[in-house]
T-cell receptor, first 111, second 114 residues
Framework: KQEVTQIPAALSVPEGENLVLNCSFT??????LQWFRQDPGKGLTSLLLIQSSQREQTSGRLNASLDKSSGRSTLYIAASQPGDSATYLCAVGYNFNKFYFGSGTKLNVKP | EPEVTQTPSHQVTQMGQEVILRCVPI?????FYWYRQILGQKVEFLVS????????KSEIFDDQFSVERPDGSNFTLKIRSTKLEDSAMYFC????????????FGDGTRLSIL
């Protein structure tokens, strides 16, 4: 069974800082990996999807990297804004239909 | 942008009762999923559904649970003989393809078992 770990559990930064969120997983035989954003009382919004054959994906100020051999992924957020405050979840696709989630990193960006 | 919608947003049920959680996936999506998140814990996969069949289920998804696509638009999760530990947020998701492009999630149903 996949174990997915995210560090840090919480992060508070001033607006404008660049930051890195980390995700690690125990079994490198993954199908894909997704980063989600979860706002309080809301569902999950997919931010970036990386297929197992890819090394990174970028969307705007977000960049996600994947190193399958070491079982790691990072989410880089450039020039953070207060609107980025949310919980960020990493989910590892072990097969086509099933994802294992990390516990998330709760991000607070202070104005 | 099309959304996955879930009803109700909050369901309160007496222990031992049956509950049905409803979801309307995005209309051209073919793959459907249920996840749950117990307060303070990780999001957990429950079941995936395609072509009117369960394609994958987790250890959590035992005989107490069932899923159904009763018509062309709804996707339901039924929980029989609810227990206190079934209290959680239940998320429905759908995707057009298997695993990718990414799954689209609803806002969830908060289930409270008393």
């Amino acid at each position: 069974k996949q174990e997915v770990t995210q560090i840090p559990a919480a992060l508070s930064v001033p607006e404008g800082e660049n930051l890195v969120l980390n995700c690690s997983f125990t079994d490198s035989a993954i199908y894909n990996l997704q980063w989600f954003r979860q706002d309080p009382g809301k569902g999950l919004t997919s931010l970036l999807l990386i297929q197992s054959s890819q090394r990174e994906q970028t969307s705007g100020r977000l960049n996600a990297s994947l190193d399958k051999s070491s079982g790691r992924s990072t989410l880089y957020i450039a020039a953070s804004q207060p609107g980025d405050s949310a919980t960020y979840l990493c989910a590892v696709g072990y097969n086509f239909n099933k994802f294992y989630f990390g516990s998330g990193t709760k991000l607070n960006v202070k104005p | 942008e099309p959304e996955v919608t879930q009803t109700p947003s909050h369901q309160v049920t007496q222990m031992g009762q049956e509950v049905i959680l409803r979801c309307v996936p995005i209309s051209n999506h073919l793959y459907f999923y249920w996840y749950r998140q117990i307060l303070g814990q990780k999001v957990e996969f429950l079941v995936s559904f395609y072509n009117n069949e369960i394609s994958e289920k987790s250890e959590i998804f035992d005989d107490q649970f069932s899923v159904e696509r009763p018509d062309g638009s709804n996707f339901t999760l039924k929980i029989r003989s609810t227990k206190l530990e079934d209290s959680a947020m239940y998320f429905c998701a759908s995707s057009r393809e298997q695993g990718a492009p990414p799954q689209h999630f609803g806002d969830g149903t908060r289930l409270s078992i008393l």
